[in-house]
């Protein structure tokens, strides 16, 4: 039998195509934003569609595919960049920086479900009720508690993890659409005893308190240099860093031993159990830190928007972030970023058209699902020797 060495993939494709992909994808996300009138924002969205599909037909998205997968680690530094010049570029825009922050921190709690689903096959359409119980936390802790704001944020991930515990029992008991059924009865449930529940402000919700971190209050307008800089600013430079520690934290999560045992269980459950693996365990282990993270990002967002309500966490919401999901990629994580920016930012830029808006989108994500059922960006196949090919 021929011995089979592993040897290092040298980098063969450069740089430059993913820098400008990023480039032309910021530049239009940035006219997409500024825009207001209606025609010119279908037209983008047209133009957008049109340019993907030449892109794809001429080979250029595989040669800016090639570009990202071997310099994932400077595209995703020079993608902060371009989140923070986005940011920079809107800084005295309340709206627009509302609705940064917005898809920011959608796009952490959609990373918690990734980890469930993604990774470890869990199935779980009530990501909305567990974003609730962390935006309720921090509505909670900031009226009747002195504790620190920064505090209340990781306290809401772990409150959502605790009642997810209830969970658990009927999760590992159950399988498939089963499982999801559970799941979709605790979403009912959650928004009906918010509902009933007057100490948590019944139907009518609660107000959240800003945070304040040594005095810095959050909700106040900054002014550098006679420059007026909306306070949103405040909420997406502590959004920013609570993305950039999920995406780490699930990044690194995917690529050690223990994104290996989640994909062997998402894969085939019986065969790893065969093998020795705890499915029980694992399934755990992925259903707590995926509401932890959902939890965290609901908390931040509670404070973000001043106020909520039990219509905010309906299950309606979590088909939201399970369609992002679905759109994006299901394990990619550039691609739940991708998904995120669209669910959001299209269906708010098309307001005027009334309802409109919601068929052209519901028309855009059934095309995709027939189309291309893998999403946006499918998840490529695991490479178990990173850098290495064997010869």
């Known amino acids: 039998m021929k011995e089979m060495n592993i040897s290092p993939v040298p980098s063969s494709a450069p740089l430059w195509p993913s820098l400008l992909a990023l480039v032309l994808a910021t530049g239009y996300l940035v006219a997409l934003l500024a825009v207001e009138e209606q025609t010119l924002i279908i037209g983008l969205l047209a133009a957008a569609v049109v340019v993907v599909i030449a892109a794809n037909y001429f080979g250029i998205l595989d040669a800016v595919g090639d570009s990202f997968t071997e310099h994932q680690g400077t595209f995703s530094a020079f993608a902060i960049v371009a989140a923070f010049a986005v940011a920079a570029y809107f800084h005295d825009d309340h709206f627009v920086l509302l609705l940064v922050v917005t898809v920011i921190l959608y796009i952490v709690a959609t990373l918690g479900l990734n980890v469930q689903f993604g990774y470890a096959g869990v199935l779980n359409f009530a990501g909305a009720s567990f974003f609730g119980i962390g935006a309720y936390t921090s509505a909670v802790l900031n009226a ?3 504790i620190p704001t920064l505090l209340v944020v990781p306290i809401g991930g772990v409150c959502a993890a605790l009642v997810g515990s209830l969970l658990l029992l009927p999760v590992l008991r159950t399988r498939g659409h089963y499982a999801a059924l559970v799941t979709i009865a605790f979403a009912l449930l959650f928004k009906t005893f918010l509902e009933v529940n007057d100490v948590l402000g019944g139907p009518q919700g609660l107000q959240v308190g800003g945070m304040n971190i040594l005095g810095w209050s959050f909700n106040d307008n900054l002014s550098i240099g006679g420059i007026e800089l909306s306070f949103y600013l405040n909420y997406f430079l502590i959004s920013m860093l609570l993305l ?36 029980a ?34 299950f309606a919401d979590s088909l939201i972030l399970v369609s992002i999901l679905l759109l994006g ?39 995709m699902l027939l189309f291309r059922p893998d999403g946006l960006l499918p998840r ?10 064997p010869r």
């Open 144 to 146: 009747h508690t002195a």
């Open 380 to 389: 490529p196949v695991r490479r178990y020797f990173p850098g290495a090919q």
């Open 281 to 314: 365990w694992w399934k755990i282990v992925a259903f707590t830190l995926g509401n932890l993270l959902i939890g965290m990002a609901g908390a931040l967002f509670g404070m973000v928007g001043s106020f909520i309500a039990p219509n905010n966490y309906t």
């Open 329 to 367: 990629g299901i394990g990619n994580l550039w691609g739940v970023v991708v998904a995120t920016i669209i669910v959001v930012i299209v269906p708010e830029k098309l307001q005027t058209i009334q309802e409109y808006r919601f068929l052209i989108y519901a028309t855009l994500v059934i095309a």
């Open 244 to 279: 950039i520690g999920a995406f780490v934290l699930v990044q690194r999560l995917e690529r050690s031993w223990i994104g290996l045992n989640l994909d062997a269980l998402r894969l085939d459950e019986t065969a790893a159990g065969c093998f020795g693996l705890d499915i």
